[in-house]
Every structure is written in C-alpha cells, then in structure tokens.
C-alpha cells in the first residue's frame, strides 16, 4: 500500500468523527485533503468548516462545504489536519505546506485535535522533517541571523534555509516567509520553542507541543490510534 492510500485511509476514519451541526477545523496538505474529501462525502447537515489555507478552502468549496471564519466561529468543536512528524506524546512538527500560522490559530481555537497520517511520519524523536519557521519578511535575513543563534545554543549547528520554489521565495497566505531549520534531532522541543517565540520577528514555528487529542495514523493493516 502506497503512503497515499494510508493517507486516505486516515483521512477517512478521521470524518467518520464529526457530527452534525459541528464546526470543524480543515488542515492543510495532502492528507488532510483526504479528510476534506470524506467528509464531503458525508454530507452532514448543519455542518461549519474553517479552513487554515486558501487551498484548503478551495478545495472545500469546490465540495460543497459550508465555510465559516475564526472571525464568526471562534470556538471550533473539532479540527483535522495532518503532521509531517508525530513524536512522543503527539508532539508534531507541522508547516510542511506552509501554513503553520493559521493552522495553529484554528488547532488552539478548537475543543479537540485530532492529527492524521501515513505510518512513515511516526517517530521516536522529532527533527529528521526540518522544522518549519514562519518570518515576517521585513529584515527576515537579520531574524534568520538571531534564529541562527538559538539553534546553536540547541546544538543545531546548521542554519536555517529560506524555503524557495520555482516561482521564488515560499510566501504564506499572510505574506510571511519560511525558513527550514534541518534539525537533526531536538532534544528539548519544549524549550526550543520557547526560545523561537521571543525572537523578534518571529512569527510562528512548526512546533505543535500539547495540542493533539488523538492521532490516526494509516497503515497496511488499517488505522492505528495514539493517544498523548
């Protein structure tokens, strides 16, 4: 079984949990595309959704879903989304699709969290996905300097790099840029992420610590749940 079809098959238990009348978060990427496509298909009645990208609401407009905003809907009964590593304890590094800002607005706007993925994102220690940073783009080289210094202080000798792609420099959906530390291993994400969020200009990282309620993780065999 491909690493899609695991996707898939967590994608599709995770919206046999949503219910009528719910509003639900909508996460970002591949698989919780997924999850957008089998909850679609549900098609319960009364039901929100806040997406946590333009893609994201793209695609589930393009299903049918009604939307809402964090504006309108400021508490969310549920959200769904995927992780490009779950740890210990469903720590997660998220950020991958470069929307961890709104991704973590909805995910702690919300009563539960439940993180879906292919069997390959579990990990014993978080770090082997480069984590994430979110930059405001104003003088963002002198906030990867200061990035650069906290990273050493973790033992992470490499700095950070600007995520590009073919088109140029990676923007989020909030004009900000993304700079991917390749961690190795992170002792202490805790207190990594501590040290990130004073950083002047720093904005988000993709350090997802005591958040997730539950995860499904797809597999050969079907779909393993982890609890913290």
């Given amino acids: 079984m491909s690493a899609d079809d695991q996707k898939r098959r967590a994608g599709e238990a995770a919206a046999a949990h949503v219910e009528p009348g719910m509003v639900v978060g909508l ?5 919780a595309a997924w999850f957008v496509k089998a909850l679609a298909a549900r098609n319960l009645t009364g039901l ?8 994201t609401a793209d695609l589930a407009r393009e299903l049918g879903l009604t939307l809402s905003t964090l504006e309108d809907t400021p508490r969310l009964d549920l959200t ?3 992780a490009d590593e779950v740890g210990p304890g469903l720590a997660l590094i998220k950020g991958g699709g470069a929307a961890l800002l709104r991704e973590k607005l909805v995910w702690e706007a919300s009563n539960r969290c439940l993180v879906i993925a292919d ?3 579990v990990v014993k220690t978080l770090g082997r996905f480069a984590l994430p940073i979110e930059v405001v783009a ?4 002198t ?8 990273l050493a202080d973790h033992d992470i000798a490499m700095p950070a790099r600007l995520r590009q792609a073919e088109r140029g420099v990676v923007r989020t959906d909030g004009g900000n840029v993304i700079y991917d530390a390749a961690c190795g291993v992170i ?3 805790a207190r990594l992420a501590s040290d990130l ?7 988000e990282h993709g350090l997802f610590l005591d958040l997730a309620d539950l995860a499904l993780i797809g597999r050969d065999d079907g779909v393993e749940t982890l609890t913290p």
């Fill in 27 to 31: 996460g970002t990427g591949s698989t």
């Fill in 80 to 82: 769904v989304d995927g």
């Fill in 48 to 55: 929100r959704c806040v997406p946590t990208s333009e893609a």
């Fill in 143 to 150: 906030t990867a300097n200061r990035i650069a210094d906290v």
């Fill in 187 to 189: 002792h202490d994400p």
């Fill in 138 to 141: 104003f003088g963002h080289k």
């Fill in 197 to 203: 969020k004073l950083i002047t200009g720093v904005v």
């Fill in 119 to 121: 069997a390959a994102k």
